[in-house]
């Protein structure tokens, strides 16, 4: 059984930052994507993050795009999500998750993960 779990998750000033970590246990974390997704009350979660399974290759959403970083330590079993720059927008409920395929593409989809955390609260104040 795979399990995620989130951490780092806080409240913070607009314009901070935040370091999110996610550790893996039960699975074999390093053949998989993985990617960070958030959902903010009365909405759809959304796809924020993701990265391959070496880390040379990471795709973002639009809304993020150079002010957080993700990155991976395989040998840790751990997937990190660095915050700068954030904004009230950002308030959200993140989840870590693995993806369905240890395939080479990169997924994008929530529907492409099968395994999530319990998820981090992450409130920005304007």
């Known amino acids: 059984q795979v399990q995620l779990v989130e951490s780092g998750g806080g409240l913070v000033q607009a314009g901070g930052s935040l370091r999110l970590s996610c550790a893996a246990s039960?699975?074999?974390?390093?053949?998989?994507?993985m990617g960070w997704f958030r959902q903010a009350p009365g909405k759809e979660r959304e796809f924020v993050a993701v990265i391959n399974w070496s880390g040379g290759r990471t795709s973002y959403a639009d809304s993020v795009k150079g002010r957080f970083t993700i990155s991976r330590d395989n040998a840790k079993n751990t997937v990190y999500l660095q915050m700068n720059s954030l904004k009230p927008e950002d308030t959200a409920v993140y989840y870590c998750?693995?993806?369905?395929?240890?395939?080479?593409?990169?997924?994008?989809?929530?529907?492409?993960?099968?395994?999530w955390g319990q998820g981090t609260q992450v409130t920005v104040s304007s």
């Open positions: 998750a693995q993806a369905r395929s240890s395939g080479s593409y990169i997924y994008t989809s929530l529907y492409d993960y099968a395994y």
């Open positions: 039960g699975g074999t974390f390093s053949s998989y994507n």
